[in-house]
């Protein structure tokens, strides 16, 4: 059967196909390059020191000492820590037995359980949390420029004297 000429281009042998979209990202100052994890499993053992440059979220257990002072440490819920940890932030949601050194952040959560000192900037304990050790709040460092070195000897010999029970 004949169709008409108008009527055979309203009515396509196939369904129309939509443009092709496109994605334009939002070109925001507070967007940034996605971060690298890495991640230890929970059945998987790990003894030695780690260090790096990207941030490690460990469900596993490790023994030793972690250092990644530019990064994020996460202890996950079935992680398990018998290390030293020196990082930008931890967030501690397992078990940690060790000392914790962070330039910015420690965050203990309602599950989590840490037994050693801790030595940040800032530090949040969920309830629920336990922590069993010291905790040493320091100031954030002020600019070189201002002259404030001695505020830093200050508080080493500060830290010497409370150490020698003065």
């Known amino acids: 059967m004949l169709q008409s000429s108008e009527n055979a281009y309203n009515s396509p042998k196939y369904p129309a196909v939509p443009a092709p979209s496109t994605f334009t990202p939002n070109k925001s100052s507070s967007i940034s390059a996605p ?3 890495a991640t230890i499993g929970r059945s998987l053992v ?7 440059a990207e941030s490690i979220y460990v469900d596993g257990r490790i023994e030793g000492s972690i250092n990644l002072p530019e990064h994020r440490v996460t202890v996950g819920r079935n992680g398990n820590v018998a290390a030293n940890i020196n990082a930008k932030e931890v967030v501690i949601m397992g078990k940690v037995t060790g ?3 962070c330039s910015d952040r420690v965050d203990i959560r309602s599950e989590g359980t840490l037994n050693g000192d801790v ?7 969920e309830d629920g949390a336990v922590l069993a ?6 100031s954030k460092p002020e600019s070189k420029s201002n002259g404030k070195a001695s505020d830093h000897q200050n508080g080493e ?5 409370v150490a020698a029970g003065n």
Do not use: D, L
């Open 35 to 37: 971060t690298e994890q």
């Open 46 to 52: 790990i003894k030695g020191e780690i260090s790096g």
């Open 99 to 101: 000392n914790v050194q």
């Open 119 to 125: 030595v940040t900037h800032r530090i949040s304990v």
């Open 133 to 138: 050790g010291s905790v040493q709040v320091q």
């Open 157 to 161: 010999a500060r830290a010497a004297a």
